[in-house]
């Protein structure tokens, strides 16, 4: 929706538009530990389900600008004595005569009616599919490597975000303090992506750079953060994570738009988040089986770490992928116009040799 709204400072746009959850992290969670302590988690779960429908309404009132829908064409007209006629066959097009004529015929055969069923429902369906996926997205390979980054730093981030409150508590600290750390990471991501938007809306820096750099610095303190157990310790990793957590999660649109074009951004974020939501599914209960059968949180969040490097990494090589499938594309239409001219010359010389 924000792509619909903005266009010149689209970073910029949804920086400020996403520090919301910044804010909502960081009060919720506070928050949502007293109501667990007031109200047992049946009733907080009660309550968080209450707030999160009044976002229906707030989703009804976001409309598409220039939303307006053109009515069908009536084929009537008003004769002089006001009254209304229908105009004749004769006045219509062929291809309007041919489509009454054609729907007429299915309406009187049953059988035909039936199939006009089936093949509207598979239109619906593939109407559908064409909303929510662009084909010819599959064919370009830097989709595939930032598919790939979507799904390495979902890897790290699911394991930060389900499991740090967690392994603060095997770090004995006190679960009033563990409540502080999503809130700060909340916080940090509140300041974090409005300059990360402003940052990624500069043409003098590399977009791609930006988000390897954010995806590196999430993946390094990670594993840093094995070997720091204290309050203060644990609390700088969690705002150095929020802070380039916010970045990424602001870039992804950004990257998406710079690679494969705007009018397919919401095609490419859309997969995306696709691949990251699969990945969060297995991931959790990997982590914690992880973490159950070494005893600690060390390999979980070496895991994190070593999956943010490896989507950095990938993040640097997509301008590379971009311009070898440039190359390769311009040196194909090259070809292609060099066999059409000699195609041509060809056909004038035998066209030629016929006359003499």
Request: charged share 15%; aromatic share 10%.
């Amino acid at each position: 929706m924000v792509g619909l709204y903005f266009k010149h400072r689209l970073p910029l746009a949804i920086g400020l538009a996403m520090a919301g959850s910044g804010a909502g992290q960081f009060v919720l969670s506070i928050v949502t530990q007293l109501m667990v302590d007031r109200y047992g988690w049946r009733g907080t779960v009660m309550i968080l389900a209450a707030m999160s429908a009044n976002l229906c309404v707030a989703g009804a009132l976001l409309r598409p600008l220039n939303n307006t829908q053109t009515k069908p064409k009536q084929y009537e007209s008003i004769s002089s004595n006001g009254i209304l006629e229908s105009i004749e066959m004769d006045t219509l097009n062929r291809q309007t005569r041919h489509i009454i004529t054609r729907n007429s015929e299915i309406g009187v055969q049953n059988g035909e009616r039936s199939a006009q069923k089936k093949l509207g429902c598979v239109h619906s369906i593939k109407l559908f599919l064409q909303s929510l996926y662009d084909a010819s997205l599959f064919k370009e390979p830097v989709f595939y490597l930032i598919l790939l980054t979507g799904v390495f730093h979902a890897v790290g981030q699911t394991i930060v975000i389900i499991h740090m409150v967690k392994r603060a508590l095997e770090f004995r600290l006190s679960s009033t303090l563990s409540s502080f750390i999503p809130a700060l990471m909340g916080l940090s991501q509140l300041t974090a992506r409005p300059l990360w938007g402003a940052l990624g809306n500069s043409d003098k820096l590399a977009k791609y750079a930006l988000y390897a750099f954010c995806m590196a610095v999430c993946g390094i303190s990670s594993i840093i953060s094995n070997y720091t157990k204290s309050f203060t310790a644990q609390l700088l990793y969690i705002v150095v994570f929020g802070f380039c957590f916010g970045g990424y999660i602001i870039l992804i649109p950004v990257v998406v738009t710079h690679f494969l074009g705007a009018k397919r951004m919401g095609y490419g974020i859309t997969c995306v988040i696709q691949g990251q939501g699969v990945t969060a599914l297995f991931i959790g209960p990997l982590a914690g089986w992880m973490r159950d059968s070494s005893g600690a949180y060390d390999s979980s969040f070496w895991l994190c770490g070593i999956a943010f490097l490896i989507a950095a990494i990938i993040a640097l090589f997509l301008p590379v992928v971009d311009k070898m499938v440039m190359k390769r594309r311009k040196t194909s239409v090259s070809k292609r116009k060099t066999f059409r001219a000699g195609l041509s010359i060809n056909l004038r010389i035998s066209e030629f040799m016929t006359t003499v």
